[in-house]
C-alpha cells in the first residue's frame, strides 16, 4: 500500500485521527478510478454509491437549473466528494465532472462496514468526521441562504457548457 495514499487520507478532515492500519485496511478493498478530462463521476439524480477522494486532477461540481450546468465549487487533489451518498442513500445531488484525466479513492458503504467489522471506535470516528464535513458544508450553504433572503445576492453562478 503507497503510503502517499494514507498520508493522503489522513490530512483529510474525514480521515482526521484516524489510525495508519485502519486507512490501510479501508484503502486495501477501495477501487481507484480514472474519469478521463469531460467524463464524469457521476451526474445529478444518479444513485449514489459512495464517496470519492481525489488522488490526481480537478473536478468541476454542478447543478442543473432552468436547462443550465451552474458551477457549485471546483476541488482539486486531496478533496473529497460524493460523501453524502454513504450516510442518506439518496440519489446524488449534483454532478461532478473531470476538468483534467483524474484519479480518485472510491469509498463505498461497503468499505465502510468492513472497518466496523474490524475496529467499532475506528469506524464511529470516521462516520463522526463525515457529519462532521457535511455539517460545516451545510452551515456555509445555511448562510448563503439566509444571505440572499435578506437580499444580500451572492455573484451570479458561473453557467458551464453542457458536455
Not at 38 to 45: C, Q, T
Not at 88 to 98: C, G, K, T, Y
Amino acid at each position: 500500500m503507497a503510503a502517499s495514499r494514507i498520508e493522503l487520507l489522513q490530512q483529510m478532515p474525514i480521515f482526521g485521527a484516524i489510525a495508519a492500519d485502519t486507512v490501510e485496511f479501508l484503502l486495501a478493498a477501495a477501487p481507484v478510478v480514472e474519469v478521463p478530462r469531460g467524463g464524469y463521476f457521476f451526474r445529478e439524480g444518479e444513485p449514489g454509491h459512495g464517496m470519492f477522494v481525489l488522488e490526481r486532477g480537478s473536478v468541476t461540481i454542478s447543478k442543473s437549473w432552468q436547462q443550465h450546468e451552474l458551477l457549485i465549487r471546483r476541488l482539486a487533489q486531496g478533496d473529497c466528494f460524493g460523501e453524502m451518498a454513504l450516510l442518506d442513500l439518496f440519489p446524488r445531488s449534483a454532478s461532478v465532472r473531470a476538468d483534467v484525466d483524474c484519479s480518485a479513492i472510491e469509498l463505498t458503504s461497503a468499505n465502510l462496514y468492513r472497518v466496523f467489522e474490524r475496529d467499532v471506535e475506528q469506524f464511529a470516528l470516521i462516520q463522526m468526521n463525515i457529519a462532521r464535513e457535511m455539517s460545516r458544508r451545510l452551515r456555509i450553504t445555511d448562510d448563503l441562504l439566509f444571505r440572499a433572503s435578506m437580499g444580500d445576492v451572492p455573484e451570479t453562478p458561473e453557467r458551464l457548457l453542457r458536455r
